[in-house]
């Protein structure tokens, strides 16, 4: 039986993420199903009132969202860079049980996505894939995503549903890029000029090296 695969992102409330900031929205996406799931502020906000305090919005979104985990032990989560201490799984984790003061599911099995695309089709041209390039090369052009720094000013209006449409929307493009991946489908940084530059190299190379041979240098 195939473990379920899911892609993951989140944002949160500063501009430069770190393990303080308020987490605001986490989208997910099961590549099977393409079905969509949002943990947010702004459905937190709906169930608890207006006046509820960030601290309780984000503690409500944490708490479902875990629980969904906890749901899926064997699964694997597929994201973009959520592998460093400021932005990533680790904080995510650390936010629920700093809210909950009690241990929170693991993340038992993750891949990065730009690392999968560089060793798959990047590593000839040494172009490290980014993520928002990538959505334009591959035609994701949903007006709802916005960068980081307009999903912190978001935040501080406390206008969490742009931040919701924002996250689903990256959610999706990056489950759109990596079936493209998959599928062998993906547009790269490294476009037909570049591989032609390899390629002349390559040739180069070996050519210079018969030559080389040949004069038994």
């Known amino acids: 039986m195939m473990h379920k695969q899911f892609i993951i992102h989140y944002a949160c409330a500063n501009l430069l993420p770190d393990p303080t900031s308020y987490v605001t929205a986490i989208g997910i996406c099961?590549?099977?199903?393409?079905?969509l799931l949002t943990f947010s502020m702004e459905d937190?906000?709906?169930?608890l009132g207006p006046q509820s305090s960030f601290v309780a919005l984000e503690a409500t979104l944490l708490k479902a969202f875990f629980a969904f985990v906890s749901d899926h032990p064997d699964a694997l989560w597929i994201h973009w860079h959520m592998h460093n201490a400021a932005y990533g799984f680790e904080v995510l984790r650390e936010r629920y049980e700093m809210v909950w003061h009690t241990p929170a599911p693991q993340f038992t099995s993750t891949i990065n996505l730009p690392d999968k695309i560089f060793e798959t089709m990047q590593r000839h041209c040494r172009i490290y894939p980014n993520m928002y390039r990538c959505f334009k090369r591959n035609g994701v052009n949903d007006q709802a995503i916005l960068s980081g720094?307009?999903?912190?000013e978001h935040?501080?209006?406390?206008t969490f549903a742009l931040i919701t449409y924002s996250v689903r929307a990256k959610t999706e493009a990056l489950a759109v890029i990596y079936k493209k991946l998959q599928?062998?489908?993906?547009?790269?940084?490294c476009n037909r000029s570049d591989k032609k530059v390899w390629v002349a190299g390559l040739l180069i190379c070996m050519v210079a090296a018969a030559y080389l041979a040949?004069?038994?240098?």
């Open 155 to 158: 935040f501080q209006k406390a």
């Open 149 to 152: 720094k307009e999903e912190a």
């Open 183 to 189: 599928e062998k489908r993906l547009e790269t940084s």
């Open 214 to 217: 040949m004069r038994g240098v």
């Open 44 to 47: 937190a906000q709906k169930d």
């Open 30 to 35: 099961e590549i099977s199903t393409q079905q």
